[in-house]
């Protein structure tokens, strides 16, 4: 058999497969490119994303999670024997959060106050955050408690939200206290 032509070519394999696979090849796309859009797109929308969030809620989550380390190392300490406290102090750009091990400075943390906005409780005074206008001082006992605390906890509030609360107990958590 001779062709003549593609037209007679198209016409002999009309009724054969191949044409058919032919034809739904180029009428669309495959599923894998369709994948590969959309983890493009999500890849474009997540950067996209933490550039229009700003860095404040980047800097409170760093400073949440740095001061309840901080809380439970302190803590720990508390129980091996140690003589140990914690304070909080605003210096004006700053605020300071410091581990006190028998008197000497061990550990500190400095977060600037332009970038989160930390505030707290008073000791035993309630739930409440104002403004941190002098030094906060929280002594663990050798069983790891607050020794001057009330019933509620002690708060650490970033951004206006009540972010930690460290229990009577010495026990840091995130969330507000209850």
Known sequence: MVFGCVEDLKIALAGTSILSKWKARVAGFSIVELIAVLVVIGLIVSVAS??????????????KDATLLMIK????????????SFAIVAD??????????????????SFPSNEVAITAGTVGSGTSCSSITSTITLN????????????????ICLNGES????????????????
């Open 50 to 63: 933490s550039r229009l969030a700003g860095g404040s809620f980047y800097d409170a989550l760093v400073a």
């Open 163 to 178: 972010s930690l609360c460290i229990s009577p107990a010495g026990f840091a958590h995130e969330g507000a206290c209850l």
């Open 92 to 109: 004006g750009t700053n605020v300071i959060f410091s581990q006190i091990i028998s008197g000497a400075v061990s550990t500190t943390s």
């Open 140 to 155: 663990f006992d050798s069983a790891g408690e607050i020794e001057t605390v009330d019933d509620d906890g002690f708060p």
């Open 73 to 84: 190392r302190t803590q720990q300490i508390a129980l091996s024997g140690e003589n140990v």
